[in-house]
């Protein structure tokens, strides 16, 4: 058994995935590309965090975010996610008592016209919003912001065709403006057009060669068409312009990692850490590497460093460790990011042999995670098939008795279904003295299924007289 990871984390950064590596999916409110930890899917790429159409610009060229950005995100000035969480462009503003007639917009400033465009922009009145951008080019506006603004509002109504013409005019109009070049790409990438979407990238390199962000947005369309050499040239450009960054380092190693080579590969997440104060992404991505080259002890390995949260000083199974706690050198990771990281770390020692580790650790895991039913499920599993049927039934009868009351319906029933399974399977070994235990165990805990019913008619009538 494979206990299959479907939650994946994304922290933010520059990160190439495992499946699902990147839903380019268009939406009305904003392009998302969602990445995870893992092996390169030949292929597909993300970028940092979440990719996000830049927001609309003012008169003064500030960007006016749309909706609202999560707590835990900031956003740089190309709009990209620069630490923790995800942006998304919203519709949530609502504007009260906004009816602006033809006449006094005749009397009014391109500037405070561009400012009254973009908020019926934000709020969703497109055609008003469309009315008023008019009226900024008739002012003698600014048209490159205009074509712009333009361009994300046709973006969010799923107009296509009119929101790359829009981003193209003001390419034409301003062959500087950067953020028309990268939401075009990006638009481009979402759809699947890897092609045009590396040109434009291209364009704005021709610009701007040292650019770091188009570097990565470049780099990340050639790995899309498995070009893996400009890629390359691409990513180590980008590492050359910002040094101090892990992305780039992870970027080529995954690289590395699709062409086969893991040993470079690990040397580049190797080069990350010395850089870098917090290291269990890099770690984690190292683990899994490891793990889709079938080097399992080094993967367990990898993954018992993040939960250890220092180089490598966790001793798998070792006492007194708590999977829910934070690491010893700062880098907390949150409880559920931890869960899936054991759970990676057991699945490496099952694969490599270790089932007595794999077994050990697992136990702590159900302990420090009462409400995860697949780790419960795991857990019974590998005793069952390493017949220590008389072991699952101790373990889960203590775990019962101590845990129920924190679980939720779906572990509860996933604890009894363990119990049923022991049942059946010592009625089907005829193994008598199990039996008799489990029945008691029935009986304390007011527990009963089609089982129990058999098993207490089997014992019945072997206690009757011949």
């Known amino acids: 058994m494979e206990l299959k990871l479907s939650m994946r984390i ?33 292929g597909l790429i993300g970028s940092i965090g979440s990719i996000n159409l830049i927001g609309s610009i003012n008169s003064t060229g500030l960007m006016n975010s749309i909706g609202s950005i999560n707590s835990t995100g900031s956003m740089n000035s190309i709009g990209l996610m620069s630490s923790i969480g995800s942006m998304g462009l919203t519709m949530g503003l609502k504007m009260v008592g906004v009816n602006i007639g033809v006449k006094e917009l005749r009397g009014q400033s391109a500037a405070i016209l561009l400012e009254q465009a973009n908020k019926f922009s934000e709020a969703g009145n497109f055609a008003e919003a469309e009315r008023y951008y008019e009226r900024v080019l008739e002012k003698g506006g600014n048209k490159a912001i205009v074509y712009f603004n333009l361009g994300n509002m046709y973006f969010r109504q799923d107009r296509l065709s009119a929101a790359v013409s829009y981003y193209r005019k003001v390419i034409k109009a301003a062959p500087l403006f950067k953020n028309a070049y990268l939401n075009l790409g990006k638009l481009y990438y979402a759809i699947g057009d890897y092609v045009r979407a590396l040109g434009i990238f291209r364009g704005y390199l021709g610009v701007d060669g ?16 498995r070009d893996y050499y400009v890629a390359l040239r691409y990513f180590n450009d980008a590492l050359a312009s910002e040094g101090d960054r892990d992305e780039p380092y992870i970027l080529i190693a995954q690289v590395y990692e699709a062409v086969g080579d893991i040993d470079r590969a690990i040397g580049y997440l190797d080069e990350a850490e010395l850089v870098v104060s917090e290291a269990s992404r890099l770690r984690r991505i190292r683990g899994e590497m ?46 559920e990011e931890r869960y899936y990281v054991a759970v990676q ?76 399974n022991l049942l059946a399977r010592a009625y089907n070994e005829r193994d008598v003295t199990l039996m008799k235990d489990l029945l008691s165990y029935y009986d304390e805990n007011d527990l009963n299924d089609e089982y129990a019913v058999l098993v207490r008619n089997y014992i019945l009538a072997e206690a009757e007289p011949q």
């Open 290 to 335: 490891y793990m889709a080259a079938g080097r399992y002890e080094a993967a367990a390995s990898a993954f018992a460093a993040v939960l250890a949260g220092s180089g490598g000083d966790f001793a798998a199974g070792s006492e007194g460790d708590d999977f829910a706690a934070g690491g010893s050198s700062g880098e907390e990771l949150s409880a």
């Open 210 to 225: 040292k650019d770091y962000d188009t570097l990565v947005l470049a780099g990340s369309a050639a790995v899309a068409l």
């Open 10 to 42: 994304n922290l933010g950064g520059v990160l190439l995935g495992n499946v699902p590596t990147m839903l380019g999916v268009v939406r009305k409110s904003v392009i998302l590309m969602w990445v995870s930890y893992g092996s390169l899917v030949m």
């Open 345 to 420: 770390m057991v699945e490496a020692f099952e694969k490599a042999g270790l089932i007595n580790l794999a077994i050990y650790d697992l136990k702590r895991l159900v302990v420090a995670y009462p409400r995860e039913s697949e780790a419960v499920s795991y857990l019974e599993y590998l005793l069952l098939q390493e017949g220590r049927d008389r072991e699952a039934f101790e373990f889960f009868g203590e775990f019962y008795v101590a845990e129920r009351a924190q679980w939720d319906k779906r572990s509860r029933e996933a604890v009894q279904s363990v119990f049923k």
